[in-house]
């Protein structure tokens, strides 16, 4: 959940203390980022087992490791104020709830082989002198899982009025619902060149292919454990409508969890930036 939310402005303190009972909506949406976890050839192979791509001979790769990746974000809900102190006045803790979506990608694969193959000799057609030929060719693959998460946000907040229209807030969010669109994409990109040495100096011949495959994996659950931190700004003290809207801005590190076939149960490191609104009813 990448939720903005913030506490009630100074100015409305006595309110607060009088019953607090207002009810805060909320809309954000910005970035997450996560390490992508490198699933190597071998996982690939079994997440796309009629992948020609993945059964080609992969021996000369060099592969990569772990790489970060950006994700869009979006989540929307409410908070409230239902818990009270012994003489009924509110305490400054909220219950929050609300429903996000975003983007991720969990696992990768990415190798390269450069190979230089023998020369080979050309005769010209117009000169009859030997044309050396020396030729090359890069090779790059590139795999990696994607999915849409579908989460159910709970959270305790807690909110400290720092005067003026400024609020700071924290708090401990649980996040879990369902993984869906899941897939695996690898892509096969093949350069060769030719380089041909004659009178004239070099010529350089360049020829392209492109291959591409995807996979569709079952759908899944998953869940989060967030931490928070966050400001608000309300927008006006006096205007009738402006006063009961803040703009906020949240980072939300914490880790995630969710299960892909073939690969298993597996945890990864997740960040949230996010911009929105809260209004107060």
């Known amino acids: ?9 100074a100015q409305v303190d006595s309110e607060a203390s009088e019953g607090g009972d207002d009810i805060l909506f909320y809309i954000s949406g910005g970035s997450v980022i996560s390490r ?53 006045a509110p305490k400054r803790v909220y219950l929050r709830v609300g429903l996000s979506v975003f983007g991720s990608s969990s696992h990768h694969y990415r190798a390269a082989a450069t190979e230089r193959i023998p020369g080979d000799t050309l005769v010209s057609t117009a000169t009859g002198s030997l044309l050396p030929v020396d030729t090359g060719r890069f090779r790059e693959i590139r795999a990696r899982t994607a999915a849409e998460h579908y989460y159910l946000d709970l959270a305790l907040q807690y909110e400290s009025n720092w005067g003026s229209r400024w609020t700071g807030l924290a708090a401990v969010n649980l996040s879990f619902g369902l993984t869906t669109l899941r897939q695996s994409r690898a892509v096969m990109y093949t350069e060769r060149t030719s380089e041909i040495s004659g009178d004239k100096g070099f010529v350089i011949d360049r020829e392209f292919d492109f291959a591409e495959e995807f996979q569709s994996h079952t759908n899944g659950f998953g869940g989060m454990i967030t931490l928070p931190l966050g400001v608000a700004f309300q927008l006006s003290e006096t205007h009738p409508f402006l006063s009961t809207v803040q703009l906020c801005a949240e980072w939300r590190p914490g880790v995630h969890v969710s299960h892909l076939e073939s690969l298993g149960t597996y945890w990864s490191p997740v960040s949230f930036a996010v911009i929105g609104f809260r209004i107060r009813t």
């Open 36 to 88: 992508t976890l490198s699933a190597g050839a071998d996982g690939f192979r079994d997440l796309m087992p009629d992948s020609d791509i993945m059964a080609a001979d992969l021996s000369a790769f060099t592969s990569e490791k772990e790489q970060i990746q950006f994700n869009n974000a979006f989540s929307f809900g409410a908070r409230w104020q239902p818990f009270k102190e012994a003489d009924g």
């Open 1 to 9: 959940m990448l939720i903005c939310t913030a506490g009630a402005r």
